[in-house]
Structures are given as structure tokens and as C-alpha cells.
Nanobody, 119 residues
Framework: QVQLVESGGGLVQPGGSLRLSCAAS????????MGWYRQAPGKQREVIAR???????NYKDSVKGRFTISRDNAKNTVYLQMNSLKSDDTAAYYC?????????????WGEGTLVTVSA
């Protein structure tokens, strides 16, 4: 079964930076579009950045120009560099394929990593 392990979150001041990592198990990682999702308190989970198998990227408008998604297929890892962080970026962050991995009718998620932007 595919496993996703996110790391790199923490408490950061507005304007600061963080780099998130996501290690994925599985032999076909390089074939999948991967995304970073986030879920803020009281809101639905949403995809904010995606990277295709060929390396093309796309971003939600609210993070465009501040966040950068990248991948290292040799390490089965996807990254999210987050700069100029704002309080609105406070959320739990998850990585997954796009669309999310499903097993027996349910989306499979890792535990996520919490990002808190606060002075």
C-alpha cells in the first residue's frame, strides 16, 4: 500500500519561509502528477500546487509567486518551498497524487504536517 509521509511544518512568523517534504513509497512515483494540498481550520482540503510527471507546475492564485513545488523522482520525494508566508497560509499540509490515491473506495492520506504562521 502506498504511504505518504509529510514533514517540515512548524511555527513561523509572517514573511518567513518553510520547506515541506513528502516521501512517497511505491515504484511508479515518477509517473504520477503530485500535488500539495492544505486544509485550514473549518475549511475543505484544497490543492494549492501540482507538478506533472514531466515537471510542469501549476499553482492556486493565492500562493502563486510565493510557493514552489518540485520533485526528486530518484528519492520518491516532492517538496514545497514556501516563502513570504502569511497568516492565511496556516493549515495542515498534505501531499498526494492528483487525483488522490484511492483504496477500497476511500482516499488515502498521510498524517500531514502543520504550518502555523503567527507573530
Amino acid at each position: 500500500q502506498v504511504q505518504l509521509v509529510e514533514s517540515g511544518g512548524g511555527l513561523v512568523q509572517p514573511g518567513g519561509s518553510l520547506r515541506l517534504s513528502c516521501a512517497a513509497s511505491g515504484s511508479a512515483f515518477s509517473l504520477y502528477a503530485m500535488g500539495w494540498y492544505r486544509q485550514a481550520p473549518g475549511k475543505q482540503r484544497e490543492v494549492i500546487a501540482r507538478i506533472e510527471a514531466d515537471g510542469n507546475t501549476n499553482y492556486k492564485d493565492s500562493v502563486k509567486g510565493r510557493f514552489t513545488i518540485s520533485r526528486d523522482n530518484a528519492k520518491n520525494t516532492v517538496y514545497l518551498q514556501m516563502n513570504s508566508l502569511k497568516s492565511d497560509d496556516t493549515a495542515a499540509y498534505y501531499c498526494n497524487t492528483i487525483p488522490p490515491i484511492r483504496d477500497r473506495g476511500m482516499d488515502i492520506w498521510g498524517e500531514g504536517t502543520l504550518v502555523t504562521v503567527s507573530a
